[in-house]
């Protein structure tokens, strides 16, 4: 099994950055592909960003395209999303996912816990 923390969560100014990072558990790491979504209050779970178990690929969904980085670091089992020129609408629960298949677009098989992201304007 794997178990994720998220954390770099926090308040910041809309413009600003933070990076997240997500630790893994388990010697396997890099077999997985990574992920993040973020979840709003009163609105559903959506998909942010993912990573290919070998990082050779990253996908981005549209809202974030061209501000936010992921990346991973298999060697401490740790994936990143550098988050850059916050907007408001990007206030949510980040919640870092870990699959077994290609994407955690298709799958998310370990789910952490998530870590808080408020961005005032």
């Known amino acids: 099994q794997v178990q994720l923390i998220e954390s770099g969560g926090g308040l910041v100014q809309a413009g600003g950055s933070l990076r997240l990072s997500c630790a893994a558990s388990?010697?396997?790491?890099?077999?997985?592909?990574m992920g993040w979504f973020r979840q709003a209050p009163g609105k559903e779970r959506e998909f942010v960003s993912d990573?290919?178990?070998?990082?050779?690929?990253?996908y981005y969904a549209d809202s974030v395209k061209g501000r936010f980085t992921i990346s991973r670091d298999n060697a401490k089992n740790t994936v990143y999303l550098q988050m850059n020129s916050l907007k408001p609408e990007d206030t949510a629960v980040y919640y870092c996912g870990a699959s077994k298949s290609t994407r955690t677009y298709y799958r998310v098989d370990y789910w952490g816990k998530g870590t808080l992201v408020t961005v005032s304007s």
């Open positions: 990573i290919t178990w070998s990082g050779g690929s990253t």
């Open positions: 388990g010697r396997t790491f890099s077999s997985y592909a």
